[in-house]
Structure formats: C-alpha cells, structure tokens
C-alpha cells in the first residue's frame, strides 16, 4: 500500500486510496505539473515480477489509450514506478453500476434505457477501432454524478482481434456461451454481455447464477436464457425482445452490430408507449401467472 502524500513517478501525488482489484490499487492523486486530479492505477508490488499480469496490464493500457470517446475512462498517461506498472485515467466522480444496484436491487426502465445507450456507444466504438472488451459488467462501468457512462477495464481485451492466448476471458456470469466453451471471443460476445447487463439492471438479477464460475460457464452454454419476465412479470415486451436477441445462444443470431442494439434502445426511449407493461392473459383475468412468466 502506497502511503498518503507518497510522490509516484516524481509526478502524482497520493491524496486517498480509492479501492483495489485483482491486480492493481486504485489511488486518488494530483499531477503537480499538470495542477489536476488523477486516478493512479497501481499493479500490486507482488504481481509486478509476473510477465503474464504484465501483460494484462499493459493491455490495458494500450486498449485503453487507443480509445478517445466520451463513454470511455479516458488514459491520461503510462509509466512505471519502482518496477510497477501504472495507468494515469482521469478521475471518476460517480459509482459503478454494480454499486448502483447493490444500493437500490434494480433500474427503472428508463435509466437502464439511457445507460445502455450510452455503454452501448462505447462498446461499438471500441469495435470501430477493432478492440473488443471481453469483459462488460457493471462494475466495469461507471456512471458519474453529471449522468454520464464510462466505460472501463479493458484488461482482458482483444486487440487488432488478435487471439487472447487461448484462454477463457471474462467473467462467469456475464460470458458469452461461445467463450465459456473455449472459443475466440468476437464481437457477438460483446453484444451477449451487453444483454446479460441489460437483464441485471431492469430486473435485479443474474441470468444464471451457481456455486462456481465453471457451473455458471455450464448453464450460459448448456440452458436456456430466462425471460427477464421471469423476475419482472409484466415487463415490456419491446424490451424483452432486445435482451432475448442480445443473448442468443448462437453468435449469429445476436445483433448483426452493437449500432442495432443501441437503435431499437433509443427507438423505445423515443417511443416510451412502448414501455407500456406487457401483462400475461393469466395475470390480467386471473391474478396468477403461468409457469413461464414465473
């Protein structure tokens, strides 16, 4: 741990550490040459000697620097000090939507809606520049006080689409059933992700859940994608249908683009009749729903 007011690199001053993750210390800092407010993003001093961290992390960084977009963490700067890689972002003001959701279970329609819009910009943006994350979730992804996404952590990304050393990338519960089977991941399994995100902040929930990641691996290859109307009995039906054709066992039939995805979410924001709920016949006459809208 890097102590308050400890100078890194001669350049960023330690004002407050902000968090950590698996493999680096997030800390407030200040460039004094540049008189502004910094996130310093640390590698842990243990992982510094291991070239496979290394290379994640300066994956990271050059995925991350390569993009300049207003829904992404922007890369200020790159470097090393005392033998431990370092990444300059600017600063956050705001949570991550994983935070949001533990804070309040679930998102109203319509700021689920906006979020998706703007994470989804990111992610096609990313896919312009040949850059696919690999990773989407929400705590990935950060929604600041003024209302604005950002996009994040593009350690485990594919860059150029170049292969990431055959190794299964990304998180369980959001996995692309392709990549949980070992496969390259692609465009579409980006899109899959932005499905799972989507289902998790308008129902509070996860798709498939288990005791471990492989078992979670299992049911994104092997079961069928729940209806969110599962969890939310009269949920529109134009939004289910973009969640079920985000998440599509299949690559091919997913979204042709992330740029389709984002279109049929702004139709419906423009639409909001479309967010009329879809109520179930056996709810509306009966006040009991079937097995499947369970």
Do not use: W
């Amino acid at each position: 741990m890097i102590k308050i007011g400890h100078l890194i690199d001669e350049r960023y001053r330690v004002i407050s550490f902000l968090g950590e993750g698996g493999m680096a210390e997030v800390y407030e800092g200040f460039d004094i040459i540049n008189k502004r407010r910094v996130a310093v993003k640390l590698m842990h001093e243990q992982l510094a000697s291991d070239e496979n961290f290394k290379n994640r992390f300066r994956n990271e960084a050059s995925a991350s620097a390569k993009l300049s977009h207003p829904n992404i963490v922007n890369v200020i700067n790159l470097g090393s000090h005392l033998g431990r890689p370092y990444i300059i972002n600017e600063i956050i003001v705001g949570a991550t939507l994983q935070e949001l959701l533990d804070a309040r279970r679930r998102f109203t329609y319509i700021e689920a809606i906006d979020a998706m819009i703007q994470l989804g910009k990111a992610v096609s943006f990313a896919h312009q520049n040949k850059i696919i994350h690999c990773d989407i979730k929400p705590t990935n992804v950060f929604l600041t006080t003024d209302g604005v996404i950002k996009l994040g952590d593009f350690g485990v990304a594919k860059i150029n689409l170049s292969p990431v050393d055959g190794i299964i990338v990304g998180s369980a519960h959001y996995l692309a059933p392709e990549v949980a089977q070992g496969k390259e991941a692609t465009y579409a399994s980006d899109i899959y992700s932005l499905g799972v995100t989507l289902f998790e902040l308008v129902t509070g929930r996860l798709p498939f859940d288990g005791e471990t990641n492989e078992d979670i691996a299992l049911k994104h290859i092997k079961e069928r994608f729940p209806s969110p109307k599962k969890y939310i009995a009269n949920m529109p039906k134009a939004l289910e249908k973009i969640i079920m054709r985000a998440c599509k066992k299949r690559p091919r039939n997913r979204y042709k683009s992330v740029d389709l995805f984002v279109k049929d979410l702004e139709n419906i924001k423009e639409n909001p009749e479309l967010l009329k709920p879809h109520v179930n016949f056996f709810v509306r006459f009966f006040g009991f729903a079937t097995e499947e809208e369970n």
